[in-house]
């Protein structure tokens, strides 16, 4: 019996510091109260998760807790009760928001706990706020576009002396063939 006990203590320690390294890796993670919600769907959600690099993991409150000592959770004992699943996000901190976001339409009894957005507490309105960012591909479009702008109006400026130059030459053809 005391054999089976220390590898389930062992066992737990494992997933603790394994739960640690993830949180400390992961420049987002989510924590989510999922009543009710469907096996089906939850595996949707995972697979949907899986392609923008995060994850999600179901975890006794008990070992979530200890796993965020030295995090701002460990703070908000509270938030470590009922039902929990974690998502870590380890790329783009907005594409596992957005995801969230969309799974949880129509979900009432499912709601956002909070989490921790590159370190720092994140409550269920912060996670929110930055689901409805755009994504890191948009705004680096929206700065490609920016930074070209003024390089694209330029071209269009020196493109526009020569087409004016063509214009007044023409002009002036077209008077003297007339006078002439």
């Given at each position: 019996m005391a054999?089976?006990?220390r590898k389930s203590i062992q066992k737990k320690k494992e997933i603790v510091q394994e739960?640690?390294?993830k949180i400390?890796?992961?420049p987002i993670?989510?924590?989510l109260d999922f009543k009710k919600i469907d096996a089906n769907s939850v595996a949707d959600f995972r697979k949907a998760l899986k392609k923008e690099n995060a994850e999600m993991k179901v975890v006794k409150n008990?070992?979530?807790y200890r796993a965020c000592n030295g995090t701002p959770?460990?703070?908000k004992i509270d938030i470590f009760k009922e039902q929990t699943a974690v998502i870590f996000g380890y790329g783009d901190i907005v594409a596992p928001a957005k995801l969230l976001?969309?799974?949880l339409k129509g979900k009432e009894e499912a709601k956002i706990k909070a989490g921790l957005v590159e370190g720092a507490f994140a409550t269920a309105k912060d996670i929110e706020a930055v689901a409805s960012l755009p994504s890191k591909e948009q705004l680096?479009?929206?700065l490609l576009a920016v930074m070209q702008a003024p390089i694209t109006n330029f071209v269009r400026v020196l493109n526009a002396l020569p087409q004016k130059t063509v214009m007044v030459l023409n002009a002036i053809k077209e008077q003297k063939e007339k006078q002439g």
């Open positions: 054999v089976l006990e739960l640690k390294e400390e890796k992961a993670v989510i924590l008990t070992l979530l959770l460990y703070d976001k969309e799974f680096i479009a929206q």
